[in-house]
C-alpha cells in the first residue's frame, strides 16, 4: 500500500519567514495530494491539494509543488503568520481509490 | 460549522468496557472514515465505507468494529479487544464521484480516555 513520509516534525519560524515542508510518497499510481491543517484542538481542514497533471498550485501565501518523477511534494507557506501556526498534514491517494494515507505532520510555530 | 458531527465531545471509560462514538453527516456524502489520532502518528485509517450497508477494514481494524445502516451515519464501537483505545478519534466523510477530487470533510473529533 502508499506510504507517505513527513518532514520535518517540527518547524519553528520567525514572523514573515518562509515554511516549507516535505513528503514523499511510494505509490506511483497516487494522483491526488491535499494538504491539510489542523489546529489545536480542531479539526483537520483542506487548505490546498494539487492533482498529478499539475506542477505546482497557488493560493495566496500557500503554494504546493508536484514531482512526480521524484515522487515528491512540498508546501510552501510564505509571509508567514501567528496564525499559521498548527499541525499540517499532507497526504496521497492512490487512483480509483478514495482513501488518504496521511504523513504524520509537521507542527509548525511561528513566532511574533 | 456543521455538515460533520460527531458526538459526545470528551468519552471517558473502565476498561473492559465497550464503548460507541457517534458520526453523522448532511452533506449526502457516501463515503464516511474513521480514523485514530495519536501525538506523532498522524491520521490512521481505521474503518471506512463507500456505501450503505457495505465497510472495509483499514490500516488499524483490530478491537474496532462500525456499521453503516444508514447513509448519515457511522458509528464506531471501540471494543474490550482495543489494547490502548485512549486516542482522539476523527470522522470524516466524501463523495465518491469519479473523477472528482473527493475533498475529505472531517468531523470535530471525540477524545476517548480509558481509565
Known amino acids: 500500500g502508499e506510504n507517505v513520509e513527513q518532514h520535518p516534525s517540527t518547524l519553528s519560524v520567525q514572523e514573515g519567514d518562509s515554511a516549507v515542508i516535505k513528503c514523499t510518497y511510494s505509490d506511483s499510481a497516487s494522483n491526488y495530494f491535499p494538504w491539510y491543517k489542523q489546529e489545536l484542538g480542531k479539526r483537520p481542514q483542506l487548505i490546498i491539494d494539487i492533482r498529478s497533471n499539475v506542477g505546482e498550485k497557488k493560493d495566496q501565501r500557500i503554494a504546493v509543488t508536484l514531482n512526480k518523477t521524484a515522487k515528491h511534494f512540498s508546501l510552501h507557506i510564505t509571509e508567514t503568520q501567528p496564525e499559521d501556526s498548527a499541525v499540517y498534514f499532507c497526504a496521497a491517494r492512490p487512483s480509483g481509490y478514495s482513501t488518504l494515507t496521511f504523513g504524520k505532520g509537521t507542527m509548525l510555530l511561528v513566532s511574533p | 460549522d456543521g455538515g460533520i458531527t460527531q458526538s459526545p465531545k470528551y468519552l471517558f471509560r473502565k476498561e473492559g468496557q465497550n464503548v460507541t462514538l457517534s458520526c453523522e453527516q448532511n452533506l449526502n456524502h457516501d463515503a464516511m472514515y474513521w480514523y485514530r489520532q495519536d501525538p506523532g502518528q498522524g491520521l490512521r485509517l481505521i474503518y471506512y465505507s463507500q456505501i450503505v450497508n457495505d465497510f472495509q477494514k483499514g490500516d488499524i481494524a483490530e478491537g474496532y468494529s462500525v456499521s453503516r445502516e444508514k447513509k448519515e451515519s457511522f458509528p464506531l464501537t471501540v471494543t474490550s479487544a482495543q489494547k490502548n483505545p485512549t486516542a482522539f478519534y476523527l470522522c470524516?466523510?466524501?463523495?465518491?464521484?469519479?473523477?472528482?477530487?473527493?475533498?475529505?470533510?472531517f468531523g470535530p473529533g471525540t477524545r476517548l480516555t480509558v481509565l
Open positions: 470524516a466523510s466524501s463523495t465518491r464521484l469519479a473523477g472528482v477530487d473527493n475533498e475529505q470533510f
